[in-house]
Protein backbone atom coordinates (compact mmCIF):
# COMPACT_ATOMS: atom_id res chain seq x y z
CA UNK A 1 0.00 0.00 0.00
CA UNK A 2 1.21 3.23 -0.76
CA UNK A 3 2.64 5.05 2.32
CA UNK A 4 2.84 8.90 0.83
CA UNK A 5 0.01 9.46 -1.28
CA UNK A 6 -0.26 12.26 -3.40
CA UNK A 7 -3.65 14.37 -5.22
CA UNK A 8 -4.34 14.44 -7.49
CA UNK A 9 -1.99 12.45 -9.72
CA UNK A 10 -2.91 15.19 -12.86
CA UNK A 11 -4.17 18.77 -12.37
CA UNK A 12 -4.89 21.20 -14.83
CA UNK A 13 -5.72 24.49 -14.09
CA UNK A 14 -5.29 27.89 -15.85
CA UNK A 15 -3.10 30.58 -16.04
CA UNK A 16 -3.27 32.72 -12.74
CA UNK A 17 -5.93 30.35 -10.51
CA UNK A 18 -4.66 29.59 -7.76
CA UNK A 19 -4.14 25.56 -7.09
CA UNK A 20 -3.72 23.36 -4.46
CA UNK A 21 -1.80 20.32 -4.21
CA UNK A 22 -2.21 17.53 -1.53
CA UNK A 23 -0.01 14.69 0.48
CA UNK A 24 -0.76 12.30 3.22
CA UNK A 25 1.81 9.84 4.53
CA UNK A 26 0.78 6.93 7.04
CA UNK A 27 4.60 6.51 8.05
CA UNK A 28 3.72 9.12 11.02
CA UNK A 29 7.31 10.55 9.88
CA UNK A 30 8.26 14.17 11.16
CA UNK A 31 9.27 15.57 8.44
CA UNK A 32 7.67 16.35 5.06
CA UNK A 33 9.14 17.67 2.05
CA UNK A 34 7.97 19.46 -1.49
CA UNK A 35 10.21 19.53 -4.50
CA UNK A 36 9.30 20.88 -7.77
CA UNK A 37 10.86 18.69 -10.73
CA UNK A 38 10.69 19.89 -14.74
CA UNK A 39 11.05 17.99 -17.46
CA UNK A 40 14.25 16.10 -17.49
CA UNK A 41 15.43 17.58 -14.93
CA UNK A 42 16.52 17.10 -11.05
CA UNK A 43 14.10 17.62 -8.23
CA UNK A 44 14.58 20.95 -6.70
CA UNK A 45 13.62 21.52 -3.23
CA UNK A 46 10.91 24.27 -2.24
CA UNK A 47 10.78 23.99 1.54
CA UNK A 48 9.94 21.44 4.22
CA UNK A 49 8.80 20.71 7.62
CA UNK A 50 10.32 19.57 10.63
CA UNK A 51 6.94 19.02 12.84
CA UNK A 52 5.60 22.20 12.23
CA UNK A 53 8.52 24.29 11.97
CA UNK A 54 8.42 25.73 8.35
CA UNK A 55 12.25 25.67 6.20
CA UNK A 56 11.64 27.69 2.93
CA UNK A 57 14.99 27.63 0.37
CA UNK A 58 15.85 30.79 -0.43
CA UNK A 59 15.10 30.71 -4.17
CA UNK A 60 11.33 29.38 -3.66
CA UNK A 61 9.46 31.98 -5.16
CA UNK A 62 6.52 33.87 -3.19
CA UNK A 63 4.10 32.42 -5.30
CA UNK A 64 4.87 28.76 -4.11
CA UNK A 65 3.21 28.32 -0.36
CA UNK A 66 2.47 25.30 1.87
CA UNK A 67 0.43 24.44 4.77
CA UNK A 68 0.53 21.36 7.27
CA UNK A 69 -2.25 20.76 9.40
CA UNK A 70 -0.94 17.97 11.04
CA UNK A 71 1.69 15.36 10.73
CA UNK A 72 -0.11 13.24 8.00
CA UNK A 73 -0.71 16.25 5.78
CA UNK A 74 1.04 19.11 3.90
CA UNK A 75 -0.29 21.04 1.32
CA UNK A 76 1.21 22.83 -1.82
CA UNK A 77 -0.52 26.01 -2.65
CA UNK A 78 0.55 28.03 -5.76
CA UNK A 79 -1.28 31.23 -5.55
CA UNK A 80 -1.16 32.28 -9.26
CA UNK A 81 0.45 29.75 -11.22
CA UNK A 82 2.35 30.81 -14.51
CA UNK A 83 3.49 28.75 -17.18
CA UNK A 84 6.99 28.16 -16.02
CA UNK A 85 5.15 26.67 -13.02
CA UNK A 86 4.15 23.13 -15.14
CA UNK A 87 5.87 20.78 -13.51
CA UNK A 88 5.74 17.77 -11.13
CA UNK A 89 5.17 18.18 -8.18
CA UNK A 90 6.70 15.49 -5.58
CA UNK A 91 5.96 15.02 -1.68
CA UNK A 92 8.68 13.14 0.03
CA UNK A 93 8.66 12.36 4.23
CA UNK A 94 11.43 11.17 6.24
CA UNK A 95 11.97 10.78 10.04
CA UNK A 96 14.74 12.37 12.33
CA UNK A 97 14.84 9.60 15.11
CA UNK A 98 17.30 11.52 17.06
CA UNK A 99 18.14 15.10 17.52
CA UNK A 100 20.48 16.09 15.34
CA UNK A 101 20.84 12.96 13.39
CA UNK A 102 18.94 12.47 9.83
CA UNK A 103 18.30 8.83 9.32
CA UNK A 104 16.79 11.13 6.24
CA UNK A 105 15.87 7.87 3.90
CA UNK A 106 13.54 10.19 1.72
CA UNK A 107 10.10 8.28 0.91
CA UNK A 108 8.41 9.94 -2.33
CA UNK A 109 5.12 10.20 -3.31
CA UNK A 110 3.88 9.24 -7.08
CA UNK A 111 3.61 12.98 -8.10
CA UNK A 112 1.14 15.34 -8.99
CA UNK A 113 1.65 16.56 -12.57
CA UNK A 114 0.67 20.05 -13.03
CA UNK A 115 -0.55 21.86 -16.46
CA UNK A 116 -0.97 25.53 -16.68
CA UNK A 117 -3.22 26.28 -19.51
CA UNK B 1 28.41 23.74 -0.98
CA UNK B 2 27.12 20.12 -1.97
CA UNK B 3 27.46 19.20 -5.68
CA UNK B 4 26.44 15.49 -7.59
CA UNK B 5 27.58 15.05 -10.95
CA UNK B 6 26.10 12.36 -13.11
CA UNK B 7 28.29 12.54 -16.31
CA UNK B 8 25.85 10.08 -18.17
CA UNK B 9 23.04 11.89 -19.56
CA UNK B 10 21.56 8.65 -21.43
CA UNK B 11 22.92 5.21 -21.57
CA UNK B 12 21.28 2.52 -23.86
CA UNK B 13 22.17 -0.82 -23.82
CA UNK B 14 20.70 -4.07 -24.94
CA UNK B 15 19.14 -6.46 -22.38
CA UNK B 16 21.51 -8.86 -20.13
CA UNK B 17 24.07 -6.85 -20.49
CA UNK B 18 25.93 -5.24 -17.75
CA UNK B 19 25.87 -0.86 -16.88
CA UNK B 20 27.58 1.23 -14.55
CA UNK B 21 26.19 4.61 -13.88
CA UNK B 22 28.57 7.08 -12.75
CA UNK B 23 28.01 9.30 -9.54
CA UNK B 24 30.67 11.66 -8.43
CA UNK B 25 30.08 14.15 -5.60
CA UNK B 26 32.00 16.80 -3.66
CA UNK B 27 31.09 17.94 -0.05
CA UNK B 28 33.01 19.93 3.17
CA UNK B 29 31.25 17.37 5.17
CA UNK B 30 33.02 14.87 6.84
CA UNK B 31 29.96 12.53 7.77
CA UNK B 32 27.16 12.43 4.58
CA UNK B 33 24.97 10.07 3.44
CA UNK B 34 24.65 8.93 -0.55
CA UNK B 35 21.75 7.67 -1.60
CA UNK B 36 20.50 6.15 -5.36
CA UNK B 37 16.82 6.93 -6.48
CA UNK B 38 15.24 5.22 -9.82
CA UNK B 39 12.49 7.30 -11.37
CA UNK B 40 10.24 4.67 -14.01
CA UNK B 41 7.99 6.43 -16.53
CA UNK B 42 4.95 6.62 -13.60
CA UNK B 43 6.82 9.85 -12.07
CA UNK B 44 8.05 8.21 -8.47
CA UNK B 45 11.09 8.15 -6.64
CA UNK B 46 12.03 4.64 -5.56
CA UNK B 47 14.61 4.56 -2.87
CA UNK B 48 17.44 2.19 -3.94
CA UNK B 49 20.33 2.16 -1.49
CA UNK B 50 21.15 4.69 1.29
CA UNK B 51 25.57 4.38 2.41
CA UNK B 52 26.83 6.14 5.19
CA UNK B 53 30.01 8.26 4.48
CA UNK B 54 31.94 5.67 7.13
CA UNK B 55 31.03 2.88 5.32
CA UNK B 56 32.65 1.64 2.33
CA UNK B 57 31.86 -1.77 1.99
CA UNK B 58 30.62 -2.30 -0.99
CA UNK B 59 27.09 -3.90 -1.35
CA UNK B 60 25.18 -6.36 -3.47
CA UNK B 61 21.18 -6.52 -3.92
CA UNK B 62 20.36 -8.73 -6.35
CA UNK B 63 21.47 -7.54 -9.89
CA UNK B 64 22.46 -4.23 -8.47
CA UNK B 65 25.63 -3.69 -7.02
CA UNK B 66 27.08 -0.03 -5.62
CA UNK B 67 31.16 0.58 -5.10
CA UNK B 68 31.44 3.67 -3.34
CA UNK B 69 35.23 5.33 -2.80
CA UNK B 70 35.69 7.65 -0.84
CA UNK B 71 39.40 8.16 -2.40
CA UNK B 72 37.91 9.62 -5.75
CA UNK B 73 34.05 10.68 -4.15
CA UNK B 74 32.62 8.21 -6.36
CA UNK B 75 29.43 6.21 -5.77
CA UNK B 76 28.83 3.92 -8.95
CA UNK B 77 25.67 1.54 -9.54
CA UNK B 78 25.97 -1.35 -11.48
CA UNK B 79 23.40 -4.05 -12.64
CA UNK B 80 23.90 -6.66 -13.55
CA UNK B 81 22.00 -8.66 -16.31
CA UNK B 82 19.88 -5.70 -17.51
CA UNK B 83 16.33 -5.93 -18.06
CA UNK B 84 13.75 -4.01 -19.67
CA UNK B 85 11.94 -3.14 -16.40
CA UNK B 86 15.01 -1.27 -14.98
CA UNK B 87 14.56 1.71 -17.51
CA UNK B 88 14.05 4.29 -15.73
CA UNK B 89 16.02 7.63 -14.62
CA UNK B 90 18.36 7.04 -11.71
CA UNK B 91 19.16 10.00 -9.56
CA UNK B 92 21.86 9.99 -7.20
CA UNK B 93 22.11 12.17 -4.17
CA UNK B 94 23.63 13.52 -1.05
CA UNK B 95 22.96 14.57 1.93
CA UNK B 96 24.39 15.95 5.20
CA UNK B 97 24.66 13.37 8.17
CA UNK B 98 23.93 15.96 10.69
CA UNK B 99 20.28 17.89 10.59
CA UNK B 100 21.09 20.87 13.08
CA UNK B 101 19.76 24.25 11.99
CA UNK B 102 17.28 24.12 9.49
CA UNK B 103 18.71 21.60 6.73
CA UNK B 104 17.05 18.52 7.96
CA UNK B 105 18.61 16.05 5.65
CA UNK B 106 17.60 17.70 2.86
CA UNK B 107 19.12 16.16 -0.51
CA UNK B 108 21.14 17.15 -3.22
CA UNK B 109 20.23 15.50 -6.78
CA UNK B 110 22.31 15.22 -9.32
CA UNK B 111 20.97 15.70 -12.75
CA UNK B 112 20.18 12.03 -13.33
CA UNK B 113 20.65 9.22 -15.97
CA UNK B 114 18.17 8.08 -18.13
CA UNK B 115 18.68 4.13 -18.99
CA UNK B 116 17.27 2.53 -21.59
CA UNK B 117 17.11 -1.03 -21.92
CA UNK B 118 16.24 -2.89 -24.72
CA UNK B 119 14.41 -6.18 -25.34
Known amino acids: DAMVIQNPRYQVTQFGKPVTLSCSQT?????MYWYQQKSSQAPKLLFH???????NEADTPDNFQSRRPNTSFCFLDIRSPGLGDAAMYLC????????????????FGAGTRLSVL | AQKVTQAQTEISVVEKEDVTLDCVYE???????LFWYKQPPSGELVFLIR??????QNEISGRYSWNFQKSTSSFNFTITASQVVDSAVYFC????????????????FGQGTILTVHP
Open chain 1, 49 to 55: YYDKDFN
Open chain 1, 92 to 107: ATSRILLAGVAKNIQY
Open chain 2, 51 to 56: RNSFDE
Open chain 2, 93 to 108: ALSEAWAGGTSYGKLT
Open chain 2, 27 to 33: TRDTTYY
Open chain 1, 27 to 31: LNHNV
